[in-house]
């Protein structure tokens, strides 16, 4: 029911509450529309991009999907994506659950340095990594990216692990632990289970991390295993190609299946 007159002396109603409604409104839409843009404008058929399309067609789609360096870079980006969100949810919920269990004074210290990925600027990363990896021959391997993806995505699953565990019952694995259970049993069948929510939603924070990356991946990247984000932003920088529309489109499509799948695994968990 609607709150339309104040209850108390101090209650707020929803009329006083319009300014923030639409300022809400007004954040959502400058976020949103250009996301929506993309959608109408993959369906051109003119050979630029341009909004609203003067005709319909599904040719920069076709584009896309007989491309062998468009599906090459897709291929390499969801290899990537995947062994990443491998690699940094067994590393992330590790330490996540080691910074719980410690009770040592360095503990925020050593949480502070985990989480830098997250707060320096992508630049400083990317700059950095890349003479790393010039004397390790890391530079444009599959292996290179992944370990840089996996950096930047541990802080990720560090943040929803944490959230789940500060919510699991912690008795439950002092119980097994006193009846014979050894630490990784006790973790894997009785913490693993509580928390498997927040690990889910750190795999996706992970993947999507990873497959969205491209200020690290312009750097440490290039020819047969250039990303799909890479050679997007290289297509763009070029010539402006319609392709980018579509591909962004996908990509869009793909972030909403994303959202609904752990919609979807948490209600079902509930």
Known sequence: MMLNTPATSTQVTHGQRLWLYATV???????VIPCILVIPMSFSDSQYLEFPPRSLSLRWYEAFFT?????QSAVVSLKVAGLTTVLATVLGMLASYGLYKATSVFTPITRGLLMLPMMIPLIFVAIGVFFVYARFGLNNTITGLVLAHTTLAIPFVMIAVGNGLKSFDPN???????????????????????IRISVFSGMLFAFVTSFD????????????????TKRMFANIRDQVDPTVAAISSMLVALSIVVLIAAQFVKRKDA
């Open 25 to 31: 409104a007004l954040v959502m839409a400058f976020l």
């Open 172 to 194: 439950l694995e002092r119980a097994a632990r006193s009846l014979g259970a050894s630490p990784v049993t006790a973790f894997l069948t009785v913490t693993l289970p509580q």
């Open 213 to 228: 990356e491209v200020v690290v991946s312009l750097f440490v990247s290039s020819g047969a295993n250039s990303t799909l």
């Open 67 to 71: 491309s062998t360096e468009w599906i």
